[in-house]
């Protein structure tokens, strides 16, 4: 039935395939032509010389021919110079004079204006100081209109002088706190150290020469601390420490002066002593009708004397200005104030207020009856701690005066700021009316709340105003060269005015009492 059959194989060529062809070819670039060469050249050429040797020769003083001459000279000329030499001895022609090998400057210069240009002119500069070497100027940085409490990112910021090329408008050295600062102070010795107060009544150290953790001590917020703004801080030796460390010394508006000691080991400002001070102190025709004595007054300002580190300066709120004793221990507290420390009342004089708050008190640093004051009543007055009136009375007529501060170089000289952005500069060796300087210390025309003499720079002088602009001037020669009796003319000037006072007192007491009779 089936049967295996083998056909033919059956082929279909493909119409549009076509059979694939292999073609070999080959291709050669040109010959690559090299070609190798050497070159070297060497010349030298050795030359010496040599000077003649000299032999040595031994100095010696030309040969006296007759040494009776000289003797004789000798004899006549030394009774005239030993006479001179004892003059000259006793002499005081030259007393405070110091040899200036700079070039001289007869005008003030401004030689910066430095800003921390990321603030945007949006707060003021509350505060500025020099360090111990005179090179770095440090700058607080703040808001005076507080409505509630403080919840500003303020900064402390530090420029370097010493420095080639110093930023204007970027510190060397930012240092961000939680609330405003509204004062600082660096330490008289470590130039790193700066102490600060705060808005909300903190006072805080920092070490500027650290790089990352730049607080070194705090007061922290308690009992024991502020209730107010900080008026000022300032460093004050210890007594007991034999010159070998310095406290600081804060003062606020909530009337309290607090003494602070440093402790190393612990990150923390210990309180070791404070006053307060009572509207006791102020004189009758200040006092309220009906009020307590036992009232604290806010504390504005504080200046030690130079000589007697016991004795210091107070301006308040209310106006007066009173002469304290750190040894004195006056009414206590009231018991509505809660302290560690017992407080007392450290007055004992007080002096003719003024007509508002005393913005500024500072004691003469060479000598210690002699002080300035300024404040809201836009009058600079210079006193005397052994009389209750003001020597002499200055009124710019530049609204009110912030900031008053004695040259460290000369005795006749003071500086003063005011509310329209000028700086004032006295020589009372010129004039006791009128200022020798009147510069434009603010661009912006805003008020110029702090002034800084630089004390080891002698030319240099720093003002801040409330835009947030910090001005470094050159002073002239005639303002830093210290003359003769300089001293001595100060407190002639001191007593020569005070018994004027004393007298014109008296004639009109002699009025009175006259007119009473009649």
């Known amino acids: 039935m089936f049967v295996d059959e083998s056909m033919e194989a059956v082929e279909f060529k493909s119409s549009w395939k076509k059979e694939r062809s292999l073609v070999n070819t080959a291709a050669?670039?040109?010959?690559?032509?090299?070609?190798?060469?050497?070159i070297q050249s060497i010349i030298k050429n050795h030359v010496e010389t040599q000077t003649e040797e000299e032999p040595e020769t031994d100095f010696r003083l030309a040969e006296i021919t007759d040494p009776s001459g000289l003797d004789n000279f000798l004899q006549k000329a030394y009774p005239m110079i030993s006479k001179a030499l004892e003059k000259n001895i006793k002499s005081h022609a030259f007393a405070g004079y110091e040899v200036d090998w700079s070039e001289d400057m007869s005008t003030v210069t401004c030689l910066h204006t430095l800003t921390h240009a990321d603030l945007n002119e949006q707060y003021n500069?509350?505060?500025?100081?020099?360090?111990?070497?005179?090179?770095?100027?440090?700058?607080?940085?703040?808001?005076?209109d507080h409505e509630d409490w403080c919840t500003h990112k303020s900064t402390l910021c530090t420029w370097n002088l010493d420095r080639r090329n110093v930023n204007s408008t970027k510190p060397d050295i930012v240092i961000d706190t939680s609330s405003c600062l509204m004062c600082i102070a660096f330490h008289p010795q470590h130039p790193a150290w700066v102490a600060?107060?705060?808005?909300?009544?903190?006072?805080?150290?920092?070490?500027?020469?650290?790089?990352?953790?730049?607080?070194?001590?705090?007061?922290?917020?308690?009992?024991d601390s502020h209730r107010e703004p900080v008026s000022k801080v300032q460093w004050n030796l210890d007594a007991d420490s034999k010159g070998k460390r310095y406290n600081v010394i804060s003062v606020s508006s909530d009337g309290k002066i607090l003494v602070w000691q440093l402790n190393i080991q612990q990150p923390a400002l210990k309180l070791i002593n404070g006053f307060i001070l009572l509207t006791e102190s102020l004189p009758r025709s200040l006092r309220t009708r009906n009020a307590r004595g036992d009232q604290e007054m806010g504390v504005t300002c504080?200046?030690?004397?130079?000589?007697?580190?016991?004795?210091?300066?107070?301006?308040?709120?209310?106006?007066?200005?009173?002469?304290?004793?750190?040894?004195?221990?006056?009414?206590?507290?009231?018991?509505?104030?809660?302290?560690?420390?017992?407080?007392?009342?450290?007055?004992?004089?007080?002096?003719?207020?003024?007509?508002?708050?005393?913005?500024?008190?500072?004691?003469?640093?060479?000598?210690?009856?002699?002080?300035l004051s300024c404040g809201l009543d836009s009058s600079l007055r210079l006193g005397s701690m052994l009389q209750a009136q003001a020597v002499i009375t200055l009124e710019p007529g530049a609204g009110y005066l912030y900031s008053a501060k004695w040259s460290p170089i000369r005795p006749l000289v003071l500086g003063v700021t005011t509310e329209d952005g000028h700086l004032l500069i006295y020589?009372?060796?010129?004039?006791?009316?009128?200022?020798?300087?009147?510069?434009?210390?603010?661009?912006k025309k805003?008020?110029?709340?702090?002034?800084?003499?630089?004390?080891?720079?002698?030319?240099?002088?720093?003002?801040?105003?409330?835009?947030?602009?910090?001005?470094?001037?050159?002073?002239?020669?005639?303002?830093?060269?210290?003359?003769?009796?300089?001293?001595?003319?100060?407190?002639g000037l001191v007593v020569y005015t005070s018994s004027e006072t004393k007298e014109k007192d008296n004639d009109e007491e002699d009025d009175n009492s006259e007119s009473d009779s009649l």
């Open 302 to 371: 504080l200046s030690f004397t130079n000589e007697d580190k016991d004795v210091f300066l107070l301006g308040s709120e209310s106006g007066g200005i009173f002469k304290c004793s750190i040894d004195s221990r006056g009414t206590p507290a009231g018991r509505n104030v809660v302290s560690s420390v017992p407080l007392h009342s450290p007055v004992t004089f007080t002096f003719t207020p003024h007509n508002g708050p005393v913005y500024s008190a500072e004691c003469s640093p060479f000598h210690r009856n002699v002080f």
């Open 427 to 443: 020589d009372l060796k010129q004039s006791q009316v009128a200022p020798v300087q009147k510069l434009e210390a603010s661009s």
């Open 125 to 144: 500069v509350t505060g500025i100081s020099w360090n111990s070497t005179g090179s770095v100027i440090a700058a607080a940085y703040g808001k005076f």
């Open 446 to 491: 805003a008020p110029v709340y702090t002034m800084q003499f630089n004390p080891n720079q002698r030319q240099l002088l720093a003002t801040g105003d409330a835009a947030g602009y910090i001005n470094i001037w050159q002073l002239s020669d005639e303002l830093t060269s210290q003359g003769s009796n300089e001293v001595e003319t100060l407190a």
């Open 196 to 223: 600060a107060g705060t808005f909300n009544g903190e006072v805080v150290l920092y070490d500027i020469g650290k790089e990352d953790e730049t607080l070194v001590a705090t007061s922290g917020i308690g009992d």
């Open 28 to 38: 050669q670039t040109r010959e690559i032509l090299t070609d190798e060469a050497a």
